[in-house]
């Protein structure tokens, strides 16, 4: 079992920066990848980017340049750097430790757990 704690998020205006954290706790030794998704209403929750364990890294085309993931082993978190944010950034981030993931012509793919984060809400205005 894993439990993971999302923290970091706020209210941020356009062309600011924030960075979430992850935290894992439980059985972390046997985290492999880490992804952060985003949900926004009425909409699905999408993958944001991911890490796996030894730092290879996936992102999706709309974070591309602006968003950066991490993580450190040791401490059993991950990080999500969020610069250059705009309003349709807005959305609850989720953290998802331990799914599946594979690397691909240098990007990780990474699909989800069932191991979620509460989420940590991101607000920002234009």
């Known amino acids: 079992q894993v439990q993971l704690v999302e923290s970091g998020g706020g209210l941020v205006q356009a062309g600011g920066s924030l960075t979430l954290s992850c935290a894992a706790s439980?059985?972390?030794?046997?985290?492999?990848?880490i992804g952060w998704f985003r949900q926004a209403p009425g909409k699905q929750r999408e993958l944001v980017a991911a890490?796996?364990?030894?730092?290879?890294?996936g992102y999706a085309d709309s974070v591309k340049g602006r968003f950066t993931i991490s993580r450190d082993n040791a401490k059993d978190t991950a990080y999500l750097r969020m610069n250059s944010l705009k309003p349709e950034d807005s959305a609850v981030y989720y953290c998802?430790?331990?799914?599946?993931?594979?690397?691909?012509?240098?990007?990780?793919?990474?699909?989800?757990?069932?191991?979620w984060g509460q989420g940590t809400q991101v607000t920002v205005s234009s």
């Open positions: 998802n430790a331990n799914g599946g993931g594979t690397y691909v012509s240098g990007t990780y793919y990474y699909t989800p757990s069932d191991y």
């Open positions: 439980g059985s972390t030794l046997s985290i492999n990848g």
């Open positions: 890490i796996s364990r030894g730092g290879r890294t």
